[in-house]
């Protein structure tokens, strides 16, 4: 099963703080451990939102919107993708994982779609 495991913005990250030497050494090992056990398909993290755009649906209308945007806790700061057996290994994958903010952090881990589901 595929699933995206999100890192959830921080105050910091929306700010453009970048990671310390430490943590981006930490988070290199982390990934280079996922991809020695052929979980890892790919991993990056994102600019602040204030770097963004977003476009909003109705109909065939379409309004864009600069960032930042708000809720800093509804945002995300990077990503991966992974390739695991089911959630409780990715589960145990992502508790290895260093704390990818200087703070308080969370990653939300979420299946994503393969064909199966739609048969």
Known sequence: MRV??????TEDSEKGTLPSHEL????????EELASAGILRAADGLKPSSAGKRIAFDGAGRAVS??????????????WI???????????????????M??????????LYE???FE
Do not use: H, Y
């Open 82 to 100: 992974w390739e695991v057996e089911d959630l409780d290994e990715a589960v145990a994958w992502a508790k290895r994982c260093p704390n990818p």
């Open 115 to 117: 064909m199966a589901d």
């Open 24 to 31: 981006l050494e930490a988070m290199g090992k982390f990934n």
């Open 66 to 79: 600069d960032g930042p945007f708000a809720q800093t806790s509804e945002l995300v700061a990077g990503f």
């Open 102 to 111: 200087p703070g308080p952090s969370e990653l939300e881990i979420r299946p």
């Open 4 to 9: 995206m495991v999100l890192v959830k913005a």
